[in-house]
């Protein structure tokens, strides 16, 4: 079941019979390819420096300097965990590397770096890119929208429920050591036996890791330095894909008129970053080409932008104007739009 509904989710670019593609779609394709020589540097350029700042957070708590200087190393750190969630994300695709087998691999050992098993995360992303946008197919790894009349509907008890959700110190704040600590040490409640195994398989080495730097720096820094790592890991991951989501002009419909194409191109967003930061998150701004063709591996998004002038119809979401996205709560179905609360 997850192979043929995995291959649902990577082939979106499968015409319906309903539906015509432009003539421009297929030359996406040319950009699928993976290059194992970029992937292994990919590796190097994040994971090595990723270790050598965890070493220097480590000597700075051990040797008694300000604990400021070890957050500002934590943030620096964090920048290099988002990053491998990217590579993380590539692998899940199975567009890092070449062979199925290698990204399987580097997916589950990355996935024990930040925190996420693997198959499990697979399983609800996947169906993520056959459903987002889709209003009755939501629930598989998306931020939770109502419409606007089933929030009117609901009782108050449970406006305020979703309302808390919503709120960004909930959502994006809390939520960033809540899903990474706490969510995903359980697998989801709709998975088979291996995504099960997966996530004890990722559970256990995350404990054996613990107990091992528990043994050699102690609780306190360990503590001291992973729970900050991650919630700032945690944050900007969180906020990059609800904005990729979550934006003005936004597409939502109906299965019975969902169409794949303004989906990708509409219901995902462009977030133009500086050059910075697009390295650090991967080119995942790109985010209508990795919707329109999910098994573009993130180090050709940006020369897939390049080469096709159609994807710069696009407008892109700028950091400024990303901060507006927060008080979208709500999909009216009348006004097809997203609407703060009433």
Known sequence: MISNESNQANNNEKKSPQRTWPDWYPTLKSFRRSDNRK??????????????????????????????????????????????????????????????????????????????????????????????????????????????????????????????????????????????????????????????????????????????????????????????????AGVAGIWLFYVQHQFKGVYWARKNSWDPLRAAMEGSSYFRLPAVLRWFSGNIGFHHIHHLNPRIPNYNLKKCYDAVPALHAKAPLTIMKSFYCTRLKLWDEMRQKMVGFP
């Open 39 to 232: 992937a292994i540097w990919q590796l190097i350029n994040t994971l090595i420096p990723y270790g050598c700042i965890w070493c220097l957070m480590i000597r700075s708590i051990q040797l008694g300097y300000s604990y400021t200087l070890t957050l500002v190393l934590a943030l620096l750190s964090a920048a290099f965990l988002v990053r491998a969630f990217i590579l993380f994300h590539d692998c899940v695709h199975n567009s890092f590397f070449k062979s199925k087998r290698v990204n399987t691999f580097f997916g589950y050992l990355i996935g024990i770096l930040v925190f996420t098993s693997f198959e499990d995360w697979r399983f609800t992303h996947l169906r993520h890119h056959g459903t987002y946008a889709n209003l009755d197919t939501r629930g598989f790894g998306d931020i939770w929208t109502m419409t606007l009349t089933e929030y009117k509907n609901l009782t108050k008890k449970k406006q305020m429920i979703y309302r808390l959700y919503r709120h960004p110190l909930v959502l994006i704040g809390f939520g960033a050591l809540f899903n990474f600590l706490l969510h995903n040490r359980l697998p989801d409640t709709r998975v088979e036996r291996k995504e099960r195994m997966s996530t004890i398989f990722t559970n256990l080495f995350l404990l054996i890791i613990i107990l091992l730097a528990i043994r050699f720096i102690g609780w306190q820094t360990y503590l001291l330095i992973q729970l900050p790592v991650m919630f700032f």
